[in-house]
């Protein structure tokens, strides 16, 4: 490329074209090299002026920007003096003086724009994804809380308020539509301004770099949450004079926004509510006896009632008072990997020894995926109603999570953005999503919790906390709560860690007579349910939060 007509270039002598300037003519607004002085100088046509001499020294700047920004900062020079009568040694001290002066200006500068870039690729940009990430959940649970409703007015024969549910249920969406798209434009914004600052620290763009003014504080401000409250069933007193109202009512659609104080806190900010308070001392409400021990697996049906299995070749349902309600039997006799259950209630279980993943139908199990050179590990069911399967190669060399949506394969995450696996290669591997569709995987081999967001992107690893004063970090069975917590049983240490969503450790449960906790799971109320080395089924309340 021309040195001419590059966009950026060192500075070249305006007549020969070669040689760096050395000077530059006010008259004319010419740079010239010492060799083409003369020649300028000697022309009698033209009132030439040579006050500055020049050094280009090996900055890359743009033509237009040096002149400009040099114009401004030697208002001092030496006006009508020739070039011939400027002392080199004075020449000198200038060069010096200007390329010191924009090499700090171009440093500083350069400093707040890689702040600000790191402040809004680490912070900021991540808040308003999960912003994104809570209204796709809202969006989920709106329909499936209406899709429920609705078959259960068609299991009840009244198709009436079918209407009335999908315009609640329009209406809704309508609203959750235009804040994602709220939120979207600002996402667009921000991933300009962090592509324009990483181009403006790889260019030596003096004027750009100079004229900088940061905008993170605009972004700082979040739009305000929108909260949706999903429709529910109240039901009626029958009255034999008013049969129309027989089958209960709606309850009204409640919208409402809820402000992120104003803007967000420094990244060690610590919640208003403090830890004790939000998780007091954990207490045992109840103790279930079963005919399992140990125990391997447990979720929860509905608060008064879980599926469990252990050694054998069954699963069983029993209540909160231990009294079984309904056993069921595996496909191939052998006994189950783990169990989860879908949104309707139906009940899934890994079979690691054939290599299936089974559902229940008509009271029976029947196979529904049959996989090849793959061993399904650990499951569970997710918001949409998909299932996630950890599982390891026959020749156990390779670990994988894959999402199917009813028999189809739909998603795989094995690698992080630099090809690296994301799992060990070992068998335990329970697997949980968590409320802001974040895929938690406990590692039991890697000693280590992994986190990926909904698109399979490493989000963070838990090692365990400096605290544990035991063995080392054994997780174990994970599940996840209504307020984005992360449970997770530490096997060797009979303890279990609590987590924020982004895995920050928050509290122990280290008591209620825990024996070397495995599988876990909450019900509605955040209740915990853990099992382990023995026949027992524990329900621990740990919270105080709503």
Excluded at 168 to 195: F, G, P, V, W, Y
Excluded at 223 to 243: A, G, H, M
Excluded at 360 to 365: L, P
Aim: aromatic share 8%; charged share 25%.
């Amino acid at each position: 490329m021309h040195p001419r007509r590059s966009a950026q270039y060192v500075l070249l002598c305006d007549l020969c074209e070669t040689v760096h300037i050395q000077s530059y003519c006010e008259y004319c607004n010419t740079y010239f090299c010492m060799n083409c002085v003369g020649k300028h100088l000697s022309d009698s046509s033209k009132k030439n002026t040579m006050p500055c001499p020049m050094n280009n020294d090996s900055l890359l700047l743009t033509t237009q920007n040096v002149r400009n920004t040099l114009k401004n900062i030697v208002s001092y020079s030496v006006r009508n003096v020739t070039f011939l009568s400027v002392l080199p040694a004075f020449q000198i001290i200038i060069e010096d003086t200007i390329y010191a002066m924009l090499k700090k200006i171009i440093n500083s500068k350069a400093k707040d724009i890689q702040k600000d870039l790191e402040e809004l690729e680490t912070r900021i940009y991540p808040r308003y994804q999960e912003m994104v990430s809570d209204v796709q959940t809202m969006k989920m649970q709106l329909e499936t809380n209406c899709r429920k409703m609705t078959r259960a007015d068609d299991q009840r024969g009244d198709r009436n308020r079918k209407y009335d549910i999908q315009e609640i249920k329009n209406k809704s969406m309508a609203i959750l539509e235009e804040h994602t798209d709220e939120i979207s434009h600002k996402i667009t914004k921000l991933r300009q301004i962090i592509q324009d600052l990483k181009k403006m620290l790889d260019s030596n763009d003096i004027f750009l770099t100079s004229t900088y003014k940061s905008r993170n504080s605009e972004f700082r401000t979040l739009p305000p949450k929108v909260r949706i409250t999903s429709p529910n069933f109240s039901s009626q007193k029958i009255n034999k004079d008013q049969l129309n109202e027989m089958f209960g009512s709606l309850s009204p659609l409640s919208i409402n926004t809820e402000e992120h104080n104003n803007t967000m806190k420094p990244q060690n900010y610590t919640p208003a509510i403090p830890i004790e308070e939000r998780f007091p001392m954990p207490q045992l409400i109840t103790t279930i006896d079963t005919d399992y021990s140990p125990l391997y697996s447990v979720t929860c049906l509905s608060d008064i009632e879980i599926w469990i299995h252990g050694y054998d070749d069954t699963m069983k349902l029993v209540n909160l008072h231990g009294k079984l309600l309904k056993t069921i039997q595996t496909v191939s006799g052998n006994a189950p990997q783990d169990i989860t259950l879908k949104l309707d209630g139906k009940l899934v279980y890994t079979d690691h020894e054939a290599r299936t993943i089974n559902i229940m139908r008509n009271e029976q199990m029947q196979t529904m995926i049959k996989l090849q050179e793959w061993v399904p590990l650990y499951v569970c069911s997710t918001s949409s109603d998909d299932l996630l399967v950890t599982m390891v190669s026959d020749n156990v060399t390779q670990s994988k999570v894959v999402r199917y949506s009813g028999f189809n394969e739909t998603q795989t995450i094995q690698f992080d953005d630099r090809d690296r696996p994301l799992y060990s290669y070992g068998y335990l591997k329970y697997i949980s999503e968590n409320r802001n569709l974040d895929i938690c995987v406990a590692d039991n081999a890697a000693k280590s919790v992994v986190v990926v967001n909904q698109s399979g992107k490493l989000r963070f690893r838990y090692t365990g906390h400096p605290s544990n004063t035991k063995q080392s970090f054994d997780p174990v069975g994970i599940t996840t709560d209504s307020q984005s917590h992360i449970l997770t049983a530490d096997h060797n240490n009979d303890r279990i860690h609590i987590l924020d969503q982004d895995g920050q450790f928050l509290h122990y449960i280290d008591n209620c007579g825990l024996d070397w906790p495995c599988s876990l799971c909450v019900d509605t109320r955040d209740n915990l349910f853990v099992v382990g080395n023995e026949n027992k089924v524990k329900k621990i309340q740990y919270t105080s939060l709503p």
